[in-house]
């Protein structure tokens, strides 16, 4: 993370505190024109850094033009805002060069303390102003802008409106730099749509990491042209039997581009060397025993491994990690190493320094379950922790002291932000091994006190990880992801002071209509007010 945006956050937490907190403010209050359905400046999903209502809204009318100067990234983001409120406003809203009121999106070169992805937000009676010093700022304002719009703004025909943005100051910027959402893709196949439609979920939380768990037992999901047969057998099959699939690469690709267009970068992780059994039915010289195993189609883990002591295991890492490099225009690469139970201990920390050298030696930063901290990660690794209450004081310690010799952590606590973990026992969806895990445990608690010990500097930020052995369509994402999505998004953006059980889960509420609108199926928690169907 860039330190300067730890400094601007905790000062605008303690502008927040001066200014109420973004739940606080009431529909309608202090904009005496807007109407009931208009959420408050601040009631927004995450909570912004600092809020500072004005009773002067802005209306969004036939005539409203969005403005733009035609920097690189700019017109993607007025194309984007444009494209989200044609079809629900009717109106034309053409994107423009220098016109003086409207939707104005601007890059500065001041602001320092906004960093590459802050933003500031000013919406009075002529005007909606979102300035920022890099596109990425412009879009994660524009997904403010899209909350402070009635949920009816997300239907794609034609509402009554009226399209009024409360009036107002918003300052933001993200309290970490790493905001990432996992999607497991091996134990059941989602096609690219169905990908997408998960992507356009977490750009509207301002999350910026997609992780795609592109392989396990059950599936090899990504071509590799030197190893063809990963993908003509190893992806014949998923968790049940049904048909599996995989991504060519230009699928790939177009994932790839999609999420960048909404400012998320993807993370690629090939799981080694246990989950890989796929794997090792298309290649048996991969398996220690040499021998084609069947295809995997249950949801145990940790039975399969790659054959540590021979050579072709390292050409075989080295071809895979070339060629999905070439595809990641990002800069980590993700090699899995948890739950190697069939490797040899002895063996799994010289795989994990084999594997580790080629993803650098193909010039990408290594990323890993925290399964790596106790072999031997490299300078500068990403350790990403997946403990949960149980998790031994020892294991915990290995990942504090991996960062205190210069890795850097990711947080996904299990019974936290795994959103493939049941919400109560009643949930018919998702596993349990990590226990059960309700909105507000998801939500309430500090990645900055987590792990005891752990440097603040090394701490990169969190995800939330959304495993599939039980998940097969996209309703069913959705319902596990909503609403502990927006939680973990709100615990990677928002600064401390802002954080508030109360508050978030009268925000949290507020987003229903919007997820009716948009088509996403939610877990109605009891223990949010959520408005009457
Ligand atoms: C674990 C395991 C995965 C499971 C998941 C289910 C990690 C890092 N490895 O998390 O293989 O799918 O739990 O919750």
Redesign the pocket.
Known sequence: MNPRHRESSVLLGSLLLATGSPGAVEPGEGGGAAPPSTPALGRVIPAPASVEPRSTPYRITADTRIRTRGAPGVQEVADHLAALLRPSTGHPLPVEEDVPDGIRLLLTDGEPDLGDEGYLLDSGPEAVTITARRPAGLFYGVQTLRQLLPAAVEERTEQPGPWTVPGGTVRDVPRYGYRGAML?VA?HFFTVDQVKRYVDQLALYKLNTLHLHLT?DQGWRIAVDSWPELTTKGAATQVGGGAGGHYTKDEYREIVRYAAARHLEVVPEI?MPG?THAALTAYPKLNPDGEAPEPYTG?E?GFSTLCVPEEVTYHFVDDVVREVAELTPGDLLHI?G??ADATPKDEYAHFMDRAQALVTRHGKTVMG?HQLAGARPVAGAVI?Y?GYDATSEEERRQVVDAALAGAKVVLSP?DRS?L??KYTEATELG?D??GRVEVRRSYDWDPATYLDGLPEEALLGVEA?L?T?TLATSAELEVMAFPRLPGIAELGWSPRATHDWDGYRQRLAAQAPRWDALGIRYHRSPQVPWPQQ
């Open positions: 497991d134990r396990d799981d989950h949801v883990v899995g948890d739950e379950w990403q997946w299990a795994y493939d973990m596993l091994w990590a990880p495993w052995e």
